[in-house]
C-alpha cells in the first residue's frame, strides 16, 4: 500500500510545518527519502570522526538561512565514522572533515564544500553554488550517454569531466580509452598529457605511456605545475595502479607501482628499496600472499625499523615539534616507526598463523612500537599476540 504525501510528511518531517530551525534527520536513508519524496536534494554536515560534538556554526541559528536550507535542502548531521557514509566517502574520494557534502535523493554528489567557518554572505553563495551543481549533468547521466555510443570521445571526455569534478579519482579505465581514440599528435600538447596524467592511468598502460612520449611535455609538467598537483598526480597514479594490481592480483602492477615509488629515491638506495619493500608488503598483505608476505616483513622491518636507536626516534619526534617544517619534507617521520611496526605485528597476528617464530618476531615488533609510542593501539596488539 503506497503511503500517501501527506502521511510521509507527517510521520517523517514532523517539523516541516514549523521552519523555526534545520530539519535535521534521524538517519541518512530517512533523508534520502525525505528528499525524494519533496523532490529535494541532501545536505550532509559532516564531522569530525566519532564526534558530533564539534561547535555548532551560529548560522545554523540564523532564520534567514534556516528558510534558505529547509526550502532547497533535507539536512543530515553526522561524522565520519558513520558506517552509512563509507561508499559515499571511498568512492568520492573524501578524506578532509569537517565538510558540507550536497547528495541527490539517489546517494550521488554534486557539490562539497569545506568552507565551514564561512560567514553568512559567503555562505548563501556556497548554497547557491551548490543549486547550480543540482541542475548540472550527473555521473550517472553522463555514463548513460556515454554508454550509448562509446566511439563517442566528446560523451566519454564529459564522463571524465564529471567524474574528476565530484572528486572521483580512479578514472583509470576511462582514461585508457579516451587515450586509445587520440592521434599521435595528441601527445604533443600539454594540456592533453597534464588531463591524462591528472585521471590516474595506470602504469606501463596505453593511456600511461603516451602521455610519457613527449619527454620535453612531462618535464615541463613537473616543473611548471603547482607542488600540490604534482603530488596529486603522482597519487593518483599510484593509487590506480596499486587498486588494480589488487584487484586483478596482479603481480607486474604491484612491482610497477614499487618501482614508481623507488625511483623517486634515486639518490638514496636505501630510501628507495626500503618503499619498494613497503609497497610490496602492502600488495602481499592485500592478496593475501602469506607466504611473501612474511618472508619480506621479517627482513624488512629488522632492517629498516628494528635497527634504528630509540633515542634517535625520540630526537626526531621532539625535531619535528620545534620545526614544523620537518613534517612535510620527504622522507620517513618519528610516527612512522611505532606505526609501521604495530601495523606489522598485527598483520601477522591476524594472518592466524600459529608459527611460533613468527608470532614471536610479532612480539619484539609489538614491544618496540609500545617503547616508541605506548598508546592503546599499540598495547592492544600486544594483548592480541599474547593471547
Known amino acids: 500500500m503506497k503511503i500517501s504525501l501527506s502521511l510521509f510528511l507527517l510521520f517523517f518531517c514532523p517539523s516541516i510545518l514549523f521552519a523555526q530551525k534545520l530539519n535535521y534527520s534521524a538517519s541518512l536513508q530517512k533523508a534520502l527519502l525525505s528528499a525524494h519524496y519533496l523532490k529535494k536534494d541532501v545536505l550532509i554536515i559532516l564531522n569530525s570522526e566519532n564526534t558530533n560534538n564539534e561547535k555548532e556554526n551560529p548560522l545554523f541559528s540564523d532564520q534567514e538561512i534556516i528558510n534558505k536550507i529547509n526550502l532547497h535542502f533535507v539536512t543530515y548531521k553526522t561524522n565520519y565514522g558513520d558506517s552509512t557514509l563509507k561508499a559515499i566517502n571511498e568512492y568520492y574520494n573524501i578524506e578532509n572533515c569537517p565538510n ?3 547528495l541527490h535523493s539517489n546517494m550521488e554528489l554534486f557539490y562539497r564544500n569545506l568552507e565551514v567557518d564561512a560567514p553568512k554572505e559567503r555562505f548563501e553563495q556556497i548554497l547557491n553554488y551548490a543549486k547550480e551543481a543540482s541542475q548540472q549533468i550527473t555521473i550517472k547521466k553522463a555514463k548513460e550517454d556515454y554508454l550509448k555510443d562509446t566511439s563517442d570521445v566528446t560523451k566519454l571526455k564529459q564522463l571524465i569531466d564529471v ?12 582514461i585508457e580509452q579516451y587515450a586509445k581514440k587520440l592521434g599521435p599528435a595528441s601527445f604533443d600538447d600539454y594540456q592533453t598529457v597534464l588531463y591524462i596524467l591528472e585521471a590516474g592511468p595506470i602504469i606501463n598502460r596505453i593511456a600511461y605511456n603516451k602521455a ?17 598537483k604534482r603530488g596529486f598526480i603522482l597519487n593518483v597514479i599510484a593509487n590506480n595502479t596499486m587498486t588494480n594490481a589488487i584487484k586483478t592480483i596482479c603481480l607486474a602492477d604491484a612491482q610497477n607501482i614499487a618501482n614508481f615509488y623507488k625511483n623517486q629515491w634515486k639518490n638514496n638506495e636505501y630510501n628507495g628499496q626500503k618503499i619498494y ?11 593475501k600472499d602469506t607466504a611473501n608476505y612474511f ?13 634504528i636507536e630509540i633515542d634517535s626516534v625520540r630526537r626526531l619526534k621532539l625535531l619535528e615539534k620545534t620545526d614544523s617544517a620537518l613534517r612535510f619534507k620527504p622522507g620517513w617521520k618519528a610516527k612512522s616507526f611505532p606505526n609501521g611496526l604495530n601495523e606489522a605485528a598485527w598483520n601477522f597476528y591476524s594472518s592466524g598463523t600459529r608459527n611460533q617464530k613468527r608470532l614471536l618476531k610479532a612480539v619484539k615488533w609489538s614491544k618496540r612500537a609500545i617503547q616508541l609510542d605506548p598508546n592503546a593501539n599499540n598495547y592492544d596488539t600486544l594483548a592480541h599476540l599474547f593471547y
Open 277 to 287: 619493500n613497503e609497497k610490496m608488503l602492502f600488495y602481499y598483505n592485500a592478496v
Open 295 to 307: 618472508e619480506i616483513a621479517t627482513n624488512h622491518y629488522d632492517k629498516y625499523y628494528m635497527s
Open 163 to 174: 567524474l574528476k569534478k565530484q572528486g572521483v579519482t580512479n578514472n583509470a579505465y576511462y
Open 212 to 228: 610519457f612520449t613527449n619527454r620535453t611535455i612531462i618535464d615541463s609538467i613537473f616543473k611548471k605545475e603547482s607542488s600540490q
Open 100 to 102: 558540507y557534502l550536497f
